[in-house]
């Protein structure tokens, strides 16, 4: 491994995240310099080539599709009609709004798969709803961002897709296996509602909904249960890949808010199309900069190296598991959760396969 090139690397990383540079920055810059000490200036020519690559994969077509997908349910109040029925019928039940909160954050999960964009579409309406009946800001909070989160693993997830298209491995069978994960971390969600909840001092049960409002709301949000059921259906039978899956959900979602719910006019559909692109633009760039890093960590045979000191020292798998775990969660706590990824994947992969690790579990992980 090359020691002399990778200390720079991690420096100038480091320096750049702390000082709040993109993360597309600090990774391409930190890999480009990374090459340039590995390679001289043919690292400056292996770093154009691989940003001219990365992004030539029909995989990856799919993250500007769900992205405009995610936009148009946004603008077109998708999440609130999906929130108002969840809400109609459980909020007579304690912690009923936070539980209706998490349900309306996995089947937004299950149409665009960006945390981000779904914490911020129902924050916008559920926050000031559980704060009017009495839940405190930390589980308002909490319930908002943890439910926004379920996005990276419940199908369709953008990091899934990176994943997949890092990895070299099936997107499709990747999205299965968050299926049964993603169901059991809504219950796990809407469980700890439940207690939390019992536990708030000052937390008010609201009045049950009549049941012409429930059928209302229900009638009202049946488009945003449909979107999703689609999507799992086409997925499980694997009659369509990924990116035909994000396509055809992006036309259905455009439909949807244009002739069903009218929400959005066809003059608006320019300033929604802008709103997409300048976030995909933005992911790209992301997962160009970490793979030209990336091309860095396999030249300097940091990869290798990594695995060696897991396998080469007897370290069992489940070590291995619990060790990554526990750096993921640390440096979590310092980085978005789909840039980590693209930073540390390429350097553990090498080692989930010399554990001989089914590598689609160890993605959902």
């Known amino acids: 491994m090359e020691f002399n090139s990778l200390l720079p690397v991690i420096i100038v990383l480091l320096g750049l995240l702390f000082m709040g540079a993109p993360v597309a920055v600090a990774l391409g810059g930190s890999g ?39 936009v148009f349910l946004a603008e077109g109040g998708i999440g609130e009609r999906l929130y108002n029925m969840f809400d109609a019928m459980l909020r007579h039940i304690p912690g009923g709004v936070g539980i209706a909160t998490v349900l309306t954050c996995a089947v937004l999960a299950a149409m665009c798969g960006t945390s981000v964009a779904i914490a911020g579409m129902v924050g916008a309406f559920a926050l000031k709803n559980m704060r009017r009946l009495g839940y405190s800001l930390p589980l308002s909070m909490g319930t908002v961002v943890g439910g926004g989160a379920l996005g990276m693993l419940i199908p369709p997830s953008l990091p899934m897709i990176v994943y997949g298209a890092i990895a070299q491995e099936s997107v499709g069978k990747l999205f299965i296996c968050g299926i049964g994960p993603g169901i059991v971390a809504v219950i796990l969600f809407c469980g700890w509602v439940y207690v939390a909840f019992r536990k708030e001092k000052g937390g008010k049960v609201a009045p049950p909904a009549s049941w012409s409002e429930r059928w209302k709301a229900f009638k009202d949000g049946f488009w945003g249960l449909l979107i999703p059921l689609i999507i799992i259906v086409l997925l499980y039978w694997g009659v369509a890949t990924p990116t035909e899956i994000a396509a055809l959900g992006c036309v259905i979602s455009l439909f949807v808010v244009l002739f069903v719910y009218r929400s959005v006019s066809i003059k608006g559909i320019i300033s929604l199309l802008r709103r997409a692109v300048s976030s995909s633009v933005m992911i790209l760039f992301i997962i160009v900069g970490a793979l030209i890093l990336a091309k860095f960590v396999t030249q300097a045979g940091v990869a290798r190296a990594v695995a060696d000191i897991f396998v080469g020292r007897g370290i069992p798998t489940w070590g291995f598991l619990l060790i990554t775990m526990a750096i993921i969660l640390a440096l979590g706590c310092l980085m978005e959760g789909a840039s980590l990824m693209l930073l540390l994947l390429p350097i553990l992969i090498t080692t989930v396969r010399a554990y001989n690790y089914d590598p689609y579990v160890y993605g959902v992980l």
């Open 32 to 70: 480009l310099l990374g090459l340039w000490l590995l390679l001289g200036a043919r690292g400056l020519d292996v770093a154009i080539q691989t940003a001219a690559t990365s992004l030539n994969s029909f995989v990856l077509i799919a993250v500007p599709l769900f992205i405009a997908m995610g």
